[in-house]
């Protein structure tokens, strides 16, 4: 019976050959999307969870109210860490972590910036990175000793062996290799090729014991037996407790956040952590499972349209004696056969584009094809899919009656309202609601990249103040002045796109106590801030050092500041902190530092008090690119030889602040685009069958004068109709959606009216140019073959 229900199914898919590979097509290009979307789905829902402890480890955050508002943020204090393994024995392990430093390191001739981290002896005993060599409970005890990665061991000592070798850190630091990590995996949050211990920290004057200073991030590891709630309870007031006999005691409340959610909850929101990378992982479980729908869909209708073909044999059947369970069985087994084929293409095409698709997506996703748990889940996903895909089919063509269909009485393709017109409408409105929100997405980031960011980013460029930049400063700006390579310089906090401090506990003349939580970003600068960024003076003057000795305590306020402290004549105004008494010199108009998609913070730019961590340069916009960074390059080289002269465009970065929402965009419009496809697949092969079951209707018109026109028309109606339908059903689920999405924005574009028109117009456009084409073809054969049939 089965080889009997087998060969039945061959000869039916080899017989309709162009249904048969549109069924196939169909189906693997909608498994093909699936596969792609689960695998990235299933390496964002794997970060971080293949910790041994994972369970037991927390990153500890802190909350606190500034301006009314609670906010909750990663970064807290050093001492903070040092405070807990002390005092608090419910926790077995703490390590604190100085994240995405980028250092020079240099072993013989060979030169290499690269991202490493500073923590605890702790964070391997912690953390489950898989060793390579070494003794993970002591390599990072000696204060002297780096942990490296293979990938970084490959680049400094080729296929010679690291271990006990030496490494210089910058311009001075020597450190032994005591340890060499396996490449760390791409489904971890942390990113680094070598770890240096505490040490580090204390040796370049960077540790303290400063409660106030929010600077790297802290986790701990429980013990078994402890809960999270009891330890939040016990760690609530810890830095309250530790600043209350300060001169200005601390608000702010510490809790814990488990490892196992962070990457995936880690938005804040009113001074709590919600969904954040969820969000675009459930958007694109929906998708997945959409496209794979349409598929099916595709099949169904495709399968239940030939129904006139297969009612004979089924009626035929159950004369025999066929029981509705055989011919269920027997469809169901036609589906799982063609769902087979399907699947063979879709893993070649899953194999073809899984390297593109990482990088639309930034990933290293990869298939163990040798891993036999992989293989039982294609089995699976298979089966699954083809017995959804058949079961409707299955069901709906067993069911026929002998005594009716043998007469020739079934439903038709041309009744007013049948299953298959019902899921046409499904899969053009899930089509059409992916479309309108790829515009809208898009859109949207369009007009954040359009806002003005408040400084000119053509021609600027910074880069980072290592230690004989630093000692060398004058000098290479003296020379790169007179170069005419670049027309201004100056030193900064952090780089322009970025921010790297805020504060707050200032006071000033007018202020109240509540003015003291208002906080504001944190810059630098020693001159020339504004002649070397375009940023603007709405009053007063910039920091000039060298003019003005005093301006090492003088501050530039930018708008939103001065509308927040309520200074009605802000030059000359005092700003007080703990330790030093800041004096307005001048009114810098708002710009862009953060997010594009918020409002601009009050913010502080500093005189040379502060620390400097940057250097920025604007290039002579009359020489051209190359020539002026040739020109900087030799300068640098000259006080600098020992290392490459590394620099950033600030258009760049300012450029990857939309990555992540131009990869959902980039990922939305390529599934819109796919389902699409699909769905004009199943558009296409309808049509095909339409056109080939009314070819005497076709022609018998065509004979009584029905012109091309009016034939095209009749047969691309009912689909156009089906097509009208998806779009007055998707537009406003789409508006509905779409408002919420921008409304987690300040800055967004609305929704407006010409979206849907656009979106209606291309989707008449396509389904015209899908149905027509087989409508046309009809139109222009001859009618007297047509009528002579039968």
Not at 285 to 309: D, G, H, Q
Not at 386 to 391: K, T
Not at 694 to 716: F, W
Not at 774 to 789: R, S
Request: glycine residues 6%; proline residues 3%.
């Amino acid at each position: 019976m089965l080889k009997n229900y087998i060969k039945i199914a061959w000869r039916n898919i080899w017989k309709n050959k162009i249904f048969s590979a549109i069924n196939i097509g169909g189906l693997a290009v909608g498994m093909a999307s699936a596969i792609l979307i689960l695998i990235w789905i299933e390496n964002e829902l794997s970060y971080d969870r293949f910790h041994e402890n994972g369970k037991n480890i927390y990153k500890l955050y802190n909350r606190d109210t500034f301006d009314g508002e609670n906010w909750a943020w990663g970064n807290t204090p050093k001492i903070l860490g040092k405070t807990i393994k002390e005092d608090y024995p419910e926790v077995s392990h703490v390590a604190r972590v100085d994240t995405n430093e980028d250092l020079w390191l240099k072993v013989g001739n060979k030169k290499f910036k690269t991202t490493g981290i500073i923590t605890d002896v702790d964070f391997l005993q912690m953390f489950s990175f898989p060793l390579y060599d070494g003794d993970e409970s002591s390599i990072l005890k000696d204060p002297s000793g780096i942990v490296i990665t293979q990938k970084l061991a490959k680049k400094l000592f080729d296929d010679n062996d690291a271990m006990g070798e030496t490494i210089q850190v910058e311009q001075s630091h020597i450190y032994k290799v005591t340890g060499i990590l396996e490449d760390l995996p791409n489904n971890t949050r942390f990113n680094f090729d070598f770890i240096l211990p505490w040490n580090y920290m204390k040796v370049n004057g960077w540790d303290d014991s400063y409660w106030g200073n929010n600077s790297v991030q802290t986790f701990v590891q429980l013990k078994p037996h402890v809960s999270q709630v009891d330890f939040d309870k016990h760690i609530k007031e810890i830095t309250i407790n530790h600043t209350k006999e300060s001169a200005h005691p601390s608000s702010t409340q510490v809790f814990s956040w488990p490892l196992e959610k962070l990457w995936l909850y880690s938005k804040s929101e009113n001074g709590k952590l919600v969904a954040g990378k969820i969000i675009t992982v459930r958007l694109f479980s929906v998708i997945a499972i959409f496209i794979l729908l349409i598929a099916c869909i595709n099949f169904m209708n495709l399968s239940t349209a030939r129904s006139e073909k297969r009612a004979k044999e089924v009626g035929i059947r159950k004369v025999v004696g066929a029981q509705k369970r055989n011919l269920i069985l027997q469809f169901t087994g036609e589906s799982i056969l063609i769902t087979f084929f399907a699947g063979i293409l879709a893993l070649l095409l899953v194999f073809s584009f899984l390297n593109p698709f990482n990088q639309l997506v930034n990933k290293s996703l990869h298939i163990d094809y040798t891993n036999f748990k992989f293989w039982l889940l294609i089995i699976g996903f298979i089966l699954f899919t083809g017995l959804l895909a058949g079961c409707y089919p299955a069901f709906y063509l067993s069911s026929f009656q002998p005594a009716k269909v043998l007469k020739g009485k079934i439903s038709s393709i041309k009744d007013i309202i049948t299953p298959r017109k019902i899921l046409v409408v499904s899969q053009f409105t899930f089509a059409i609601l992916l479309i309108t929100c790829t515009i809208i997405i898009n859109r949207q980031i369009n007009y954040a990249q359009q806002r003005d960011t408040g400084y000119v980013k053509e021609n600027l460029i910074y880069t980072i103040l290592d230690d004989n930049i630093r000692s060398n400063y004058l000098s290479i700006k003296n020379e790169l002045l007179q170069s005419n390579a670049v027309v201004a310089v100056t030193k900064t906090l952090s780089p322009i796109t970025e921010q790297y401090s805020d504060s707050w506990g200032f006071s000033w003349n007018g202020s109240t106590e509540a003015d003291h939580d208002t906080g504001f970003t944190i810059m630098s600068a020693d001159t020339d801030f504004t002649k070397s960024t375009g940023t603007k003076i709405i009053a007063g003057r910039d920091i000039d050092i060298n003019t003005y000795p005093s301006d090492s305590t003088a501050i530039l306020l930018n708008e939103t500041a001065v509308e927040k402290m309520r200074l009605k004549n802000p030059i000359g105004a005092i700003v007080s902190d703990s330790n030093t008494k800041w004096k307005v010199v001048g009114v810098i108009q708002d710009f862009i530092i953060q997010s594009p998609y918020e409002p601009i913070q009050p913010m502080m730019i500093c005189g040379p008090s502060r620390w400097f961590g940057v250097m920025h340069m604007k290039l002579n916009p009359k020489n051209s690119i190359s020539e002026n960074l040739a020109i900087a390059e030799k300068i640098f080289k000259k006080f600098n030889q020992d290392y490459p002269f590394e620099y950033h465009f600030v258009d760049e970065k300012y450029a990857n602040k939309f990555e992540s929402e131009k990869r959902t965009a980039s990922l939305s419009a390529l599934f819109a685009g796919l389902t699409i496809f699909i769905s004009c697949l199943g558009l296409f092969g309808l049509a095909t069958y339409m056109v080939h079951s009314r070819i005497q209707e076709i022609g018998i018109r065509k004979v009584l004068g029905a012109n091309v026109a009016q034939l095209v028309t009749l047969l691309s109606s009912n689909f156009l109709q089906l097509v009208l339908i998806s779009f007055f059903i998707a537009s406003p689920i789409a508006w509905y959606a779409m408002n919420r999405w921008l409304n987690n924005y300040t800055y967004n574009i609305g929704v407006e009216w010409w979206v849907f028109a656009l979106v209606g117009i291309v989707i008449i456009f396509i389904t015209l140019l899908t149905v027509s084409s087989q409508a046309i073809k009809a139109a222009l054969a001859n009618p007297v073959k047509n009528i002579k049939t039968e």
